[in-house]
C-alpha cells in the first residue's frame, strides 16, 4: 500500500472538490488501486426513500430492480443502522455486526450473497437528517486491517471538508449571482433546464453527478435571481428566456 502515493494524489483530488470538480470516480480509482479492493462505492442516500445516487467502481452499475432492492431493505441493515445514528460510526462492518449471524440475514442474502462482498469499509462524508453520503470499500475474502483503514479515513475526512468550501464559496457565488444582470453559470442553466423539464432535485443530481443538497442550492440563488415561489413559476421564466433570447430575469 503506496500511503505516500494516496496522499498527494488524494490532496490534488481535494483541492478539485473545492473547486467545484466533480472527481469521485477517480476517488474510487485512487481507493481500489492504493487499498486493494474487490469494489470501490461512491452513495449518496435519501434517508426518506426518496432514491439513492451510487458509483461503483470494480463492478458495473447496480440495475434499477437492484437499486429498488437496496432501497427496500437498507432499513434493516444493521450497519447501515449504526451509520446513520451512531454519532461516532465504527468503520468496518465487522466492528459492529457477528458476521456469522449477519449472513443469515435477508439484507445479506439479497443484496450481498449474490457478489460474495463479506467485508466493508465505510467512512461517512455527509450525514443529516436527509442523507447519507458514503464511501465504502469491499472485499471477498478478508477483512480490512487497521493499515489500510487509516490513510482512507484521513482521506475522507479531507474530502468531506472541501466539500464543505466548496458548498460555502457556491453559496457566495449564489448571493452574486441573484442580480439578474449577471449570466447564469453553466451548472445553473443545467438545473434550471432539468427542473424545466419536470425533473425533481434527485434526478437532477443524478444527471448531473452532483449532491441533491448542491441542486438545492442552486435553486435557492434562481429563486432570489427571478422571485419565482414555486418550480412552476420557475420553468415558465426559463421557457420566456428561452424563447426570446434574453437572461433570466425576475418575475414581472
Not at 434493516?76 to 449477519?102: G, K, N
Not at 477483512?143 to 472541501?162: I, N
Not at 447564469?184 to 434550471?192: C, F, G, K, N, S
Request: charged fraction near 25%.
Amino acid at each position: 500500500m503506496d500511503v505516500a502515493r494516496m496522499a498527494r494524489r488524494g490532496a490534488d483530488l481535494c483541492h478539485a472538490v473545492a473547486e467545484g470538480h466533480e472527481v469521485m470516480p477517480e476517488v474510487l480509482r485512487l481507493l481500489a488501486d492504493g487499498v486493494g479492493t474487490d469494489m470501490v462505492s461512491w452513495s449518496c442516500i435519501q434517508l426518506n426513500g426518496t432514491g439513492t445516487q451510487l458509483l461503483q467502481h470494480g463492478r458495473g452499475p447496480l440495475e434499477q430492480p437492484g437499486m429498488a432492492e437496496w432501497e427496500r431493505l437498507l432499513p434493516t441493515h444493521p450497519y447501515a443502522t449504526h451509520l446513520i445514528t451512531d454519532p461516532a460510526p465504527r468503520t468496518r462492518l465487522t466492528d459492529v455486526v457477528d458476521l456469522v449471524q449477519f449472513q443469515r440475514s435477508e439484507v445479506y442474502q439479497v443484496l450481498l450473497a449474490p457478489t460474495g462482498d463479506r467485508y466493508q469499509a465505510a467512512f461517512v462524508l455527509d450525514r443529516s437528517p436527509e442523507e447519507l453520503t458514503l464511501l465504502s470499500l469491499w472485499r471477498v475474502r478478508r477483512d480490512f486491517t487497521d493499515e489500510e483503514v487509516a490513510p482512507v479515513e484521513r482521506l475522507a475526512a479531507a474530502l468531506a471538508a472541501s466539500a464543505r468550501v466548496r458548498d460555502n464559496l457556491e453559496a457566495l457565488r449564489g448571493m452574486a449571482e441573484a442580480d439578474p444582470a449577471t449570466p447564469l453559470t453553466p451548472r445553473q442553466t443545467q438545473v434550471v433546464a432539468l427542473v424545466a423539464l419536470g425533473l425533481t432535485n434527485e434526478q437532477a443530481a443524478r444527471r448531473l453527478g452532483l449532491s441533491p443538497r448542491t441542486v438545492r442550492k442552486h435553486l435557492e440563488s434562481l429563486f432570489a435571481r427571478t422571485g419565482a415561489t414555486s418550480r412552476t413559476e420557475l420553468a415558465v421564466l426559463w421557457r420566456e428566456s428561452v424563447r426570446t433570447g434574453t437572461p433570466l430575469g425576475p418575475l414581472r
